[in-house]
């Protein structure tokens, strides 16, 4: 799962683990220790948060410790819509966004792999969009396909449009957005894999006898496997958990609520912490069985 | 101006040294003394424990028993960087953010001696690769790279230089012309040098003394014409040249000659060129030794005769002519024959006798492996 | 090596849209840093220099910028040197608990931004600490060292260890070894480490937002002023982060190649 995304070109040659001793100890805590205390305790409160019920002071965002499994219930049954939603737009999203970069991470990696300056140009034009703000590039499709833009405008005068026809706040919108922004997610994994790939075995297959769509099928893409299944987890996880793209002040409307819209909305501002962590857990938990499965396939230490 | 580089070598001796990795031993029970200014070889089969060993030597493994005495002094619980001993690697392990100069003058550096720079121009001198100075090891071809590796270890002066296969990445050609290189190098500076190898030849061709290691210890040690003449072990016999073997038991034996039975017919050896004298032994002969008769030859006390048999295969290599001569009821032989400019007198499918004379025959202390001894 | 025989410019015409598709955004981000708005940044009106040549007159877009800027330099600071090291005990050293450390280092990747930042927040509220700056750089800093290891540790898997063995071998001490041959080595992954840290902290919005405060970063100061609409002089802002970047990454694969050409030129 290497994003390379800048510069130095490692060749892949690997060496195994050679030394004992303390001085791993003194290399790895520091940075373990932190992880814990900063990523997994919070994990924790978010846990124990969700299981807090209302203060008897009923002072709003105050909160006793306590098991209120309840709610999760409440969570559940208050949200089913918009979860439901998110993970429909997550798995859309990611299906679009695989279909879009295979063929990119193709090109570069394989096509692409005797001109170096090319390649080169096109890897930086795939992670550009990474440079200009998340929230700039957002906002600049809402502005796209505002209401009484150009693209909305000609859409109308053609005839595909109706003249009550809009495009922000749909679910198009939303999964438009998503699919934009993780495309370079999709893409480097599958194109880190790819740019591995043994040419020698696509060669092979053609001397015995496969044409190259055949050979397409049985060699390259079974070999681009993890590459794709990287990709896909970078790409769905965080997609399930976003609510940028499909905030009000995006590209999203009163119908396309996400997961995130709801734990930001609980947290920030209603201040139900309980709720807004139960669903947090819910999210962390089901990710979790996605990256065990994966894990139990492939072991860790492909991992990093 | 290679007597800048002339130091007082110093005598290395491995007493008992025994090296255990999780799940098998590499090294065991092995004991060893070079003295100062040889150039000794340590030649076997990959998997042997001879790098292994060159690791110890060097500190960059601790044996888990032993002592490694350099001078008399035990260095076994010294640091690499604490050694007087240089290495020169198998992969020359330059390194590539420095220039060639700055890499031969980097141990200099580290033990704060004084004129780094200089010093490191003479050693780049004695290679005859000064004018490459300034280029990075990147840019050198492999012959060059070796000898710079060469310079950064031998400037140093250490008293022991240790190297690691060096010219396994080399071409033939190339590899020959190093050999010499490597050698006059040696006997120039006239330090003790300790060469790793699985090549045979080059082992014999560079060495004064040869020691020849099989699963982690030594089969036998000597100058490498003993060690070819007189192998002592079936692992030695097969592993250095070539060698035909007959296995059988003892028939006679008195201080002179020793015979064994093989196959109903008599081989002999001279006693003192066995290693032992009862019960099944195993006794070869070099190929280069034995000769082919159209006709069969008189009987004689002095030669070991065997045949008839037919010519099944003929090799040309140049330099000598290797024939496979299948004798029934015996087995094959393989006979070499040098080229001395007249066509091949035989062809395949002649009849032929073999014979060779009983003082080129050698006893094996053991028998080949896959042989069971017969009672 | 071609798929169908109109597929040889098939696969490169997709390409081509493809990216014109990716630009599109920035092309439009660029082009409105120049629109002469009055209120909001959403109608053309008219040409003008005056949003890059007076950035900072409008409220909260500097303030909010410098604050993203000391955020990044020091959670980068902070999570290159705790990564790699990480990064360097993974590869060269065995010990016993390294599945465990995989997956510790691995869950932060794997892990929504909308967990972390609420879950940070909720410990923050659980400690009793006030969000600001503080919260902002220690949330930085856990997210971004996960990408620290990651791209260090490819750089390390290549360094061979002969070259280090040789280090000792000519006398230098372990700590001598290291500054000598390691680091300069590595510097290379560790500087790539350090500027995807950098990029990621600089434009996180998500985290931050959860675990800020009132303080602003550039990214939750954008989000703030969607609703009403985003001035033009956050696009130069926006625009001016993305021709520096791109430059730099520019740069460093043009100095690469010139120095592969030297070395192979000789």
């Known amino acids: 799962m290497a994003f390379v995304a800048f510069g130095s070109q490692a060749p892949a040659k690997e060496q195994g683990p050679s030394k004992t001793g303390r001085v791993a100890l003194f290399l790895l805590l520091p940075g373990l220790f932190y992880l814990a205390l900063f990523f997994i305790t919070p994990l924790v409160s978010l846990i124990i948060t969700s299981l807090k019920a209302p203060s008897p002071t009923g002072a709003i965002g105050r909160y006793d410790l306590g098991l209120e499994f309840g709610n999760y219930v409440y969570a559940v049954t208050q949200y089913a819509p918009q979860i439901f939603r998110s993970f429909s737009f997550a798995v859309l999203a990611t299906v679009i966004a695989l279909a879009i970069s295979y063929p990119i991470a193709y090109f570069i990696a394989v096509k692409s792999r005797n001109r170096p300056l090319l390649k080169g140009i096109l890897l930086t034009l795939v992670v550009a969009p990474f440079f200009i703000s998340f929230l700039l590039r957002t906002f600049a499709w809402k502005q796209i396909f505002s209401n009484d833009s150009l693209v909305v405008n000609v859409l109308k005068d053609i005839g595909i449009f109706g003249a009550d026809s809009y495009i922000i706040g749909t679910n198009f919108a939303v999964v438009f957005g998503l699919v934009y922004n993780f495309i370079p997610f999709m893409t480097l994994p599958i194109y880190a894999n790819l740019d591995r790939l043994d040419l020698s075995l696509v060669e092979a297959g053609s001397d015995l006898y496969a044409s190259p769509s055949k050979t397409f099928r049985k060699i390259t893409l079974p070999l681009s496997l993890p590459g794709v299944i990287s990709g896909t987890l970078l790409t769905f996880i965080p997609i399930s958990g976003d609510y940028v793209v499909a905030s009000r002040d995006f590209l999203g409307g009163p119908d396309t609520a996400m997961i995130g819209n709801v734990v930001e909305a609980n947290f920030l501002r209603i201040q139900d912490y309980p709720t807004a962590s139960a669903i947090s857990v819910m999210l962390m938990a089901t990710i979790v069985v996605f990256v065990s499965a994966y894990v139990r396939r492939s072991g860790t230490d492909d991992l990093l | 101006m290679a007597t800048e580089f002339i130091a007082r070598g110093q005598d290395l001796e491995l007493k008992g040294i025994r090296k255990e990795f999780p799940g098998f031993v590499a090294v065991d029970n092995l004991n060893l003394k ?13 998997g042997c424990g001879k790098t292994t060993t060159l690791r110890m030597i060097a500190g960059l493994e601790s044996p888990s028993k032993g002592e490694i005495l350099l001078g008399g002094k035990d260095i076994a619980g010294m640091k690499p960087h604490e050694r007087p001993v240089n290495t020169v690697f198998q992969n020359y392990a330059l390194f590539p953010h420095m220039s060639v100069l700055e890499n031969v003058a980097f141990g200099i550096r580290q033990r704060k001696l004084t004129d780094p720079l200089s010093k490191a121009e003479k050693a780049l001198a004695m290679v005859e690769l000064e004018h490459l100075a300034q280029r990075r090891p990147q840019q050198l071809s492999g012959g060059q790279q070796q000898r710079v590796a060469l310079a950064r270890a031998l400037v140093n002066r250490p008293s022991l230089l240790l ?25 120039e500076v006239g330090l003790t040098f300790l060469h790793v190898t699985h090549d045979q030849e080059e082992a014999m061709d560079m060495a004064d003394t040869v020691a020849v290691m099989n699963q982690g210890h030594i089969e036998q040690l000597g100058a490498p014409e003993v060690l070819y003449d007189r192998p002592k072990t079936a692992f030695v016999a097969k592993f250095l040249g070539q060698s035909n073997m007959f296995v059988g ?29 009862t019960g099944v032994i195993a006794i070869g002969v070099r190929p280069e030794k034995t000769y082919f008769h159209e006709t069969q030859p008189i009987d004689n006390p002095g030669l070991n005769i065997l045949g008839p048999g037919e010519i ?12 496979q001569i299948d004798i029934p009821g015996v087995g094959v032989m393989t006979v070499f024959a040098q080229n001395v400019g007249r066509s091949p007198v035989v062809e395949l499918g002649a009849q032929v006798y073999v014979s060779w004379k009983i003082e080129h025959s050698f006893g094996l202390s053991d028998l080949p492996s896959g042989v069971e001894e017969e009672h | 090596m071609t798929r169908f025989s109109l597929g040889k410019y098939l696969l490169p015409t997709y390409v081509f849209l493809t990216f014109l598709f990716l630009m ?18 959403i109608i053309w009106r008219g040409f003008t220099f005056d949003n890059w040549l007076n950035v900072c007159d409008q409220a909260g877009v500097c303030g909010a910028f410098g604050n993203s800027l000391l955020v990044a330099i020091t959670a980068t600071a902070v999570s290159t040197v705790l990564g790699t090291m990480i990064a360097i005990a993974l590869v060269r050293y065995r010990f016993k608990f390294r599945s465990a450390t995989n997956l510790l280092l691995f869950l932060p990747l794997a892990t929504p931004e909308v967990v972390m930042g609420a879950g940070l927040a909720a410990q923050f509220l659980d ?37 280090e063995e040789a280090g000792r ?14 680091f300069p080595l590595l510097l290379p992954g ?28 550039f990214p939750k100061f954008v989000y703030t002023a969607a609703a009403r609409g985003i001035p033009p002089e956050a696009n130069v802002v926006g625009s001016f982060v993305f021709i520096v970047a791109i430059a730099i990454v520019i740069a460093v694969q043009v100095r690469s190649a010139i120095k592969k050409r030297k070395l192979l030129s000789k």
Do not use: C
């Open chain 3, 127 to 163: 400690f009793g600490w006030t969000k600001g700056l503080a919260t902002v750089i220690i949330a930085h800093v856990m997210f971004t060292l996960s990408f620290v290891v990651v791209t260090v540790k490819a750089r390390v898997a290549t360094l061979d260890p002969a070259l």
């Open chain 2, 34 to 46: 070079i003295p100062a200014g040889e150039f000794f070889a340590l030649l076997g089969p990959s």
């Open chain 3, 190 to 217: 560790i500087l790539s480490a350090a500027m995807l840290a950098f990029a990621l902290s600089f434009d996180d919005f998500i985290i931050t937002q959860f675990n800020s405060g009132s303080v602003d970063t």
């Open chain 2, 312 to 323: 099944t295969d003929i090799r040309f290599t140049g330099v000598s002519n290797q024939y």
């Open chain 3, 169 to 182: 071998d000519l006398y230098a001490s372990p700590i001598q070894v290291f500054w000598k041959i390691t």
């Open chain 3, 24 to 41: 599109v955004p920035i092309g439009y981000t660029f082009a409105f840093s120049f629109n002469d708005s009055i209120k909001s940044n």
């Open chain 2, 163 to 187: 190297l690691d296969e060096p010219l396994g990445a080399l071409d033939l050609k190339l590899r020959r012309q190093m050999q010499i290189e490597l050698k006059a190098i040696q006997m």
């Open chain 2, 249 to 277: 038991k003892v028939t006679e034996t008195n201080p002179e000659t020793t015979s064994i039975e093989y196959k109903g017919k008599k081989i002999t050896g001279l006693t003192k060129r066995s290693e032992k004298v």
